[in-house]
């Protein structure tokens, strides 16, 4: 069974700085692209990360770029998402997903083609 577990969520103040992990079982995850995304109350999903295992690209949401930083130890099979200079409005729920293959899909931000999830963890950044 595929299985995909957050955690490293928390209350930070700005500036701060927090490590999410995801955690992935019933499969390999360098063989596939990774996406973390996050949804804020009363607003729509976004994509805040991808990483292609195809090629080792990653890319970033504009307003992410520069401050997150995407990660994976194969050995473990899991993926991380560093996340420094936080920000009030980078309060969400955020979840990590996988899609049927090595590569980011051209539209990833939408999240659409992403067909495995976990739960997500709640990162708070207080002002």
């Known amino acids: 069974e595929v299985q995909l577990v957050e955690s490293g969520g928390g209350l930070v103040q700005a500036g701060g700085s927090l490590n999410l992990t995801c955690a992935a079982s019933g499969f390999r995850l360098g063989d596939y692209a990774i996406g973390w995304f996050r949804q804020a109350p009363g607003k729509e999903r976004e994509g805040v990360s991808c990483f292609s295992s195809d090629d080792g690209k990653t890319y970033y949401r504009d307003s992410v770029e520069g401050r997150f930083t995407f990660s994976r130890d194969n050995a473990r099979n899991t993926a991380y998402l560093k996340m420094d200079s936080l920000k009030p409005e980078d309060t969400a729920i955020y979840y990590c997903?996988?899609?049927?293959?090595?590569?980011?899909?051209?539209?990833?931000?939408?999240?659409?083609?992403?067909?495995?999830w976990g739960r997500g963890t709640q990162v708070t950044v207080s002002s």
């Open positions: 997903a996988t899609v049927n293959r090595a590569y980011c899909p051209h539209r990833w931000r939408e999240g659409r083609a992403f067909s495995s």
